[in-house]
């Protein structure tokens, strides 16, 4: 059984700080890699993709994979209450199949 | 805006109905995957599907539920009987293909279940 592993918070930081969440994952034999934000009663909604080993930037969000480490994270930074939400960490394996963390819940305090 | 679209929002059945749930994926879109969520809780998957055909159901329970994704029309999923322990999200989502394609959520279908 492939997994994938969050801590599942809350995470809570100030305003303005720089949130960190982190993921690991079981299997080696892994394609992409996905956060997605979920907020209260909604669905979740993709926030990045990453591919490949290395930082990848998008505004205020940075996602770090490390491969051999089995590891991504997301980086928050300028963190916003309208940031506090459910972060959920997914793992595509071959043949399409999508695995999902249970999700960290980050509170963003004003 | 061609986003993937679920009916109805929110379904009301009591024990031992039939609940329908569909979804048609988003425009270009012919992989589909539905998931379960309970309060609080993570996203469980149930069943990924392409066109008139089941890849992979291993989520699935083995009774009372089933999927289907017909040449034409939405994908639907089935839960016959149902049980108070069934009242959950279930949200359905597509992607284009399986190259690093991401999930694209739909807004999710609340069963409860009285």
């Known amino acids: 059984q492939k997994e994938v592993e969050q801590n599942s918070g809350p995470l809570s930081v100030p305003e303005g700080a720089i949130a960190s969440l982190n993921c690991t994952y079981s299997d080696r034999v892994s394609q992409s890699f996905f956060w997605y934000r979920q907020y209260s009663g909604k669905s979740p909604e993709l926030i990045m993709s990453i591919y490949s080993n290395g930082d990848k930037e998008d505004g205020r969000f940075t996602a770090q994979l490390n491969k051999a480490s089995q590891y991504v994270s997301l980086l928050i930074r300028d963190s916003q209450p309208s940031d506090s939400a459910t972060y959920l960490c997914a793992v595509q394996y071959n043949f399409n199949k999508f695995y999902f963390g249970s999700g960290t819940k980050l509170n963003v305090k004003p | 805006n061609a986003g993937v679209m679920q009916n109805p929002r929110h379904l009301v059945r009591r024990r031992g109905q039939e609940a329908r749930l569909r979804c048609s994926p988003m425009?270009?879109?012919?992989?589909v995957y539905w998931y379960r969520q309970l309060p609080e809780e993570g996203l469980k998957f149930m069943v990924y599907l392409q066109k008139e055909n089941i890849i992979d159901e291993s989520g699935m329970p083995k009774e009372r539920f089933s999927a289907e994704f017909p040449k034409e029309g939405p994908s639907i999923l089935r839960i016959q009987q149902v049980v108070r322990g069934d009242s959950a999200a279930y949200f359905c989502?597509?992607?284009?293909?399986?190259?690093?394609?991401?999930?694209?959520f739909g807004n999710g279908t609340r069963l409860t279940v009285t």
């Open positions: 989502a597509s992607s284009r293909d399986g190259n690093n394609s991401p999930l694209h």
């Open positions: 425009k270009g879109h012919s992989h």
